[in-house]
């Protein structure tokens, strides 16, 4: 990764958010929408919804802007090299000890930011608090998504999974004219773990808005935990796969067929699990997934009107990253505290 990026990557991570805590997140990303020039607009609930140039049908990239860590204002972001591999990971500057960096989904808001910056008609989309039952995105603004042909999310995690399906729904038609584009693409980026995930932010778009989409590896791993890491090859890799699939897929709008889906406990726990790239061979019509009964309302616990959705976004097994530094001996690294003090009064470095 060119030096310009690792260092925004590094900027990225090192803002703290929290789901329902996510001010710094969104005073850092409308400070670097006004300072390129971007038209954006941020709705009731902190959503922001970026458009650049003009399309009929634009692609559109996806990341939340939550994470599971408390804030921490003294969260440092440090580079290691381990394995021919670049590491980022968090430590707290104060005490030394490791502080979850939030790569899920950091990383996906670096990635949409490049992709940004690097395509000429695109549209972004940053929910909060995906982490709590995608809060924000199922209030995502129809009037943004009405001319989007597809979405691509980086929110999977570490570097070779993807999302199959998503609270037992698949993303899109294996055999469909999308399927048989991107398939190729993701397995040639080492893409091979297509997986059936619980939730994440294009669950409620694909079926409010009923296009294709995508839940790509975004480079973090170990997340949920204080020890969490990315790996910076797999954030590059998860980069230029997003653009070959544009060049791809072009600018069209590509339909997600609309077929009856198993209930979700069945889907999640009956079935549930990693897939190998052998569902390749798989047809719409073989998919266990499908069943001909009527669709019923979403999954709820509990009392009241609201709907809740059960969180079992920790579900996935950890990566088998060694811990095999001394936190004593890092150097430098990137803070929030770089930027400001910690009344939020945030200025940075561009």
Known sequence: MEDRKLQRLKEVLSVPTHSRQEDLMIEYLERVLLEKGYEYKKDFMNNIYVTKGQSENFPCFVAHTDTVHSVNLNLKVVQLEENNQTILTGIDSNTYKPSGIGGDDKCGVFLCLEMLDKLDNVKIALFVSEEI???????A???????????????????????MSLMGKDLFGKSTEFGKKVS??????GITDWARHPYTDIWPLMEKFGFSCLNLAAGYHRYHTDNEYVVVEEVQNAF?????LHEMLGENFYERPEKKEKDLITSMFGSYGSQSKDVLNETDEDDDLYYNEDDGDDFTYGDGDEKDIIDVSNDYKVGEFEDLWDYEDFNGGYSIQ???DQSYDIEFDW
């Open 133 to 139: 039952g995608c809060v924000g995105s199922r209030q």
């Open 141 to 163: 603004d129809p009037e943004f998504f009405k001319n989007v042909g597809y979405a691509i999310q980086y929110d999977s995690p570490k570097g070779d999974s993807m999302s």
């Open 184 to 189: 190729p693409l993701i397995l040639e980026h």
């Open 240 to 244: 230029e796969l997003g653009l070959k």
């Open 338 to 340: 770089k930027y400001g």
